[in-house]
């Protein structure tokens, strides 16, 4: 069996690291800037654009695709000889999840909560949408954008003048209310071509600057707070028909509502740390999903366990020191990436499990440290 990735970042290193124990033959179709996983596949293509016939030609040659990334246009996926067959996330899915207008509006449609929200496309209509949500409010990019990317802050009307100067001529845009968040959620819904689901458990997310920082498990919430992230993470899955792994981020408000934020169609910085500390990862998973194998189970090992990325910063590192010096820790694991340092740039993360006796977050937080102590 022959598994395609579209996207050579590290989500796809991870899916390689997981393929080769399913003996799974793995191709990456890349473009110039992605450095992980290409060095780990016996054959990848890089490629400037993720146009139609460099696609064609890359999933002639594989049994399955998938993607370590949702930015390939849905109509040029549609375009494609035998995608029906091949391709997970299909273009249905990865519409209605990546383009947060869309998304919005789906969630509205099936009745999951969301933030109070309204699109714009212009310059006149993001004044009213400012206007009707008010301030404080959140302006999103509703294509791409990542770690805090096309996210802006509108905390007043020079906010707003200057986001207009910034945007380009053709834009589409959701604007959002401010939540006032109690603690930013998110479960890994694995979904087989049959429709059956299987969720991991609720996860925590700490964000910092927009970018994730740290992901805890178990979290201190109610057991029904728990059982209605669930019921929420797995109608979205439902609704977008995917295959393979969805991360559904939700935000729990300090008035006790849970309120969607994103869906990505793939494996997500949050569910790293299944690989350590559940029975079957992200990973894994995502491919047995896409590739038509049984799931494996999505149950925890460990009483705890805590997720830090390791975030580029400004100066010279020594990666190699860094390494050195996380792996004198106990119970820790270390994922680097292959990735030049560069100031909040993700090159790797550390993931520390625990029964309970030791407290996981502090141990990843002081390996974390102990990382970066090579910096100039």
């Known amino acids: 069996m022959r598994l395609g990735i579209v996207g050579g970042g590290q989500l796809a290193q991870m899916m390689i690291q997981a393929a080769i124990s399913?003996?799974?033959?793995?191709?990456?179709?890349?473009?110039?800037?992605?450095?992980?996983?290409?060095?780990?596949?016996?054959?990848?293509?890089?490629?400037n654009a993720f146009d139609a016939s460099n696609l064609q030609q890359?999933?002639?040659?594989?049994?399955?695709?998938?993607?370590?990334?949702?930015v390939i246009k849905a109509d040029i996926l549609r375009s494609l000889d035998g995608y029906?067959?091949?391709?997970?996330?299909?273009?249905?899915?990865?519409?209605?999840?990546?383009?947060?207008?869309?998304?919005?509006?789906?969630?509205?449609?099936?009745?999951?909560?969301?933030?109070?929200?309204?699109?714009a496309t212009n310059n006149k209509e993001l004044a009213d949408a400012i206007e009707t949500i008010g301030l404080p409010a959140i302006v999103k990019s509703s294509f791409g954008g990542y770690d805090g990317r096309g996210v802006f802050e509108v905390l007043n009307e020079d906010d707003l003048i200057q986001l207009k100067s910034t945007l380009p001529s053709e834009f589409e845009v959701v604007v959002e209310e401010f939540?006032?968040?109690?603690?930013?959620?998110?479960?890994?819904?694995?979904?087989?071509?049959?429709?059956?689901?299987?969720?991991?458990?609720?996860?925590?997310?700490?964000?910092?600057?927009?970018?994730?920082?740290?992901?805890?498990?178990?979290?201190?919430?109610?057991?029904?707070?728990?059982?209605?992230?669930?019921?929420?993470a797995e109608a979205a899955a439902q609704?977008?028909?995917?295959?393979?792994?969805?991360?559904?981020?939700?935000?729990?408000?300090?008035?006790g509502n849970i309120i969607v934020n994103e869906l990505a169609p793939r494996p997500h910085n949050s569910g790293h740390l299944t690989i350590e500390?559940?029975?079957t990862s992200q990973f894994e998973n995502h491919i047995r999903a896409v590739c038509s194998l049984p799931i494996g189970s999505v149950e925890p090992l460990f009483e705890s366990a805590t997720m830090a990325n390791l975030i580029g910063v400004d100066g010279e590192l020594d990666q190699e020191i860094g390494r050195r010096e996380v792996l004198k820790f106990d119970r820790v694991h270390l994922h680097l990436y292959g990735k030049l340092n560069r100031n909040r740039r993700k090159i790797g993360h550390i993931t520390v499990v625990g029964d309970g006796s030791k407290n996981t977050t502090e141990i990843a937080r002081q390996a974390r440290d102990c990382f970066f102590v090579a910096t100039s």
Request: aromatic share 8%.
């Open 22 to 47: 399913l003996g799974i033959e793995v191709e990456v179709l890349a473009s110039p800037s992605d450095t992980p996983a290409p060095r780990y596949v016996a054959r990848s293509t890089i490629a």
């Open 58 to 70: 890359f999933i002639d040659h594989c049994d399955f695709v998938t993607f370590d990334h949702e």
């Open 84 to 119: 029906q067959e091949k391709v997970f996330p299909t273009p249905h899915t990865l519409e209605l999840s990546s383009r947060k207008a869309t998304c919005r509006r789906l969630m509205v449609e099936i009745g999951l909560p969301t933030p109070k929200f309204e699109i």
């Open 179 to 232: 939540i006032d968040v109690d603690k930013e959620l998110s479960i890994i819904v694995v979904r087989e071509k049959s429709g059956e689901l299987y969720s991991y458990p609720l996860l925590e997310t700490l964000q910092e600057q927009q970018m994730c920082s740290e992901v805890y498990y178990p979290v201190q919430v109610a057991a029904t707070v728990e059982a209605r992230a669930k019921e929420i």
């Open 239 to 255: 609704a977008v028909e995917n295959v393979g792994v969805l991360a559904v981020e939700m935000f729990l408000s300090k008035d």
């Open 277 to 279: 500390a559940m029975v």
